[in-house]
């Protein structure tokens, strides 16, 4: 039995806070999660957390933004009633796939559709003009839609305007080595004939900005029509990331640790200023692999996408099996009666056991087109091991309806209702692994042991 902490689960899993708090040896916080009518959080904390060790459990899946709400609502709590420390444990992180910046190289956001102006001929281009000038090199020629040669053309005017006025201060300099100082007489003339043409400079001035430098303006314009910067259609604006927004958001709340599994991205951990555990459910995947599938030395291990090449090359070599890739071409086809004409498989499956291994599956359309080519190829059986198993929307009706023979997820979402609906379904608990994580923080121990075991 642990002492001294505390283990509040959140509304989206209540199977697995059950576990990992029967693991551990204690009950579950006492804690009311509710709605009010208008459809507000409601999170009450029903027992004193005042200098203990606050672990709340909370998934990712099925209401993802109402229970990130209420994670947020119950750190809060916690830090507000003086927890010593509140760690927050996510087997499935919320908007983990919305890490990334959908931009290329140069800083311009991506195009989806191929058209007339994102083709190499097309004349204007994203990059930064005019060029950051060097010391040793001449100045750039301007943007060629003539803004940077009317701003010459009106200093220039204003220049000639100032040197060809008689009272301008340069002639009056010249005419002083010449006549000598003026006299008393001379300067309150002076000052008054300056005050007048004062007045008639600036309305000179109005005057040819009105008319005759409005003809110069008018010409530098019209001859640039045909150059000038139009946004090309389907231009895609910077989009917020949402990433960065829900791991400010966890910081912000109070919490002090993060504990995960198979991020979508591991540099999600970086956006965070608090420590970040990601544990694998690669561990697990190994061991079912070794005693649930007959001569798994002569199966292949199969990534459905290159993103997920290094964790199924992992397996592979641990297990000393071989491996395959399913790269996806994402050039414009015109086949069409053909769903996986996109899909190339490179390996050799012949007459083997095709075994897919991916850390995600929400709408499951990536592994069944997958199955299905793996099944043309010759593959005897295609197996599926997924990390976290979403399967949203339709995915179950797809997963029965697809060539695969057997998915194996584990519960890091609820998998109840999916179980039922899916005889292909198999899941494999992580409540253990997250209940050895929380002893070992909570009594300051290492948790390198939990990204090796087997």
């Known amino acids: 039995m642990v002492r001294n902490i505390v283990v509040l689960g959140g509304s989206s899993h209540p199977q697995l806070t059950e576990t990992i708090c029967n693991h551990l040896g204690i009950p579950p916080g006492n804690a009311l999660l509710a709605k009010f009518s208008v459809g507000e959080t409601r999170v009450e904390i029903k027992e004193s957390v005042r200098g203990k060790d606050v672990y709340i459990i909370q998934s990712g899946g099925g209401k993802v933004n109402d229970h990130l709400m209420e994670l947020l609502i119950a750190i809060s709590a916690c830090k507000t009633a003086s927890a010593r420390r509140v760690t927050v444990i996510l087997p499935l992180f919320p908007y983990s796939r919305q890490s990334d910046m959908p931009y290329n190289k140069t800083g311009a956001p991506l195009s989806k559709a191929s058209n007339c102006y994102n083709k190499p001929d097309f004349p204007y281009t994203f990059e930064s003009k005019p060029q950051t000038p060097h010391p040793d090199q001449a100045p750039s020629a301007g943007l060629s839609n003539g803004v940077d040669g009317l701003q010459k053309s009106l200093s220039k005017v204003q220049i000639d305007d100032l040197n060809s006025s008689p009272n301008s201060p340069q002639n009056a300099r010249y005419a002083n080595y010449i006549t000598g100082p003026p006299k008393r007489s001379d300067t309150m003339e002076s000052?008054?004939?300056?005050?007048?043409?004062?007045?008639?400079?600036?309305?000179?001035?109005?005057?040819?900005?009105g008319t005759s430098n409005n003809d110069n303006v008018n010409g530098i314009s019209s001859s640039s029509n045909s150059t000038s910067f139009h946004p090309r259609p389907g231009y895609k604006q910077w989009v917020a990331?949402?990433?960065?927004?829900?791991?400010?958001?966890?910081?912000c709340a109070g919490a002090d640790h993060i504990i995960t599994m198979d991020l979508h991205d591991a540099q999600y951990q970086g956006f965070f200023d608090i420590p970040v555990d990601n544990l694998f459910g690669r561990p697990l995947l190994k061991k079912y692999i070794q005693y649930q599938i007959p001569d798994y030395q002569q199966a292949v291990i199969v990534s459905p996408d290159a993103g997920g090449a290094k964790r199924a090359t992992a397996i592979a070599d641990g297990l000393g099996m071989p491996f395959a890739l399913i790269h996806k071409e994402r050039r414009p086809t015109k086949i069409t009666e053909r769903q996986n004409a996109t899909m190339m498989?490179?390996?050799?499956?012949?007459?083997?056991?095709?075994i897919l291994v991916d850390d995600l599956a929400d709408t499951s359309n990536t592994i069944t087109r997958a199955a299905k080519l793996l099944k043309k190829e010759g593959a005897t059986m295609v197996y599926a091991l997924l990390t976290h198993g979403v399967l949203s929307g339709d995915a179950i009706d797809r997963i029965n309806a697809s060539a695969l023979d057997k998915v194996v997820v584990t519960n890091s979402v609820p998998q109840d209702e999916h179980k039922k609906r899916c005889p292909k379904l198999e899941v494999l608990e992580i409540g253990t692994v997250f209940a050895e994580a929380i002893r070992r923080v909570h009594h300051g121990e290492s948790l390198s042991v939990l990204f090796q075991y087997d």
């Open 241 to 251: 990331q949402a990433g960065t927004l829900v791991a400010d958001l966890l910081t």
């Open 345 to 354: 498989l490179v390996g050799d499956v012949a007459n083997r056991t095709a």
């Open 191 to 209: 000052s008054k004939s300056v005050s007048s043409n004062r007045q008639r400079n600036s309305s000179n001035a109005s005057l040819t900005n």
